[in-house]
């Protein structure tokens, strides 16, 4: 059974850092590419960050490229997101998600399992 937890998210000030993990199990984590996506309330879901299978880093859009950084630990079969520099427009439910693909992409349509999410709100 295919499994994806994420934790990590809380209530954090203005400039506060969080670090959110996805926890995976059921399928082979080093041969998919992994995503992380965020969907702030009434908004569209939004593609953060990928990692390749192979490793290679992909970031979407320019305000989360210096701030956010995925990595991901394949003894343990888990994702991370170090978000950094908070700000109230990062509000939102972050979630991890596994394509089996070589590529990075920030359609979630093109994702095969996806985790329940993890709440962030940034929040004086």
């Known amino acids: 059974q295919v499994q994806l937890v994420e934790s990590g998210g809380e209530l954090v000030q203005p400039g506060g850092s969080l670090r959110l993990s996805c926890k995976t199990s059921?399928?082979?984590?080093?041969?998919?590419?992994m995503g992380w996506f965020r969907q702030a309330p009434g908004g569209e879901r939004e593609g953060i960050s990928c990692i390749t299978a192979v490793g290679d880093v992909t970031y979407y859009g320019d305000s989360v490229k210096t701030r956010f950084t995925i990595s991901r630990d394949i003894p343990n079969s888990t994702l991370y997101l170090q978000v950094n520099s908070l700000k109230p427009e990062d509000t939102a439910v972050y979630h991890c998600a596994a394509r089996w693909s070589h590529h990075c992409s920030s359609n979630g349509v093109q994702y095969d399992f996806w985790g329940q999410g993890t709440q962030v709100t940034v929040s004086s």
């Open positions: 059921g399928f082979i984590f080093p041969t998919y590419t």
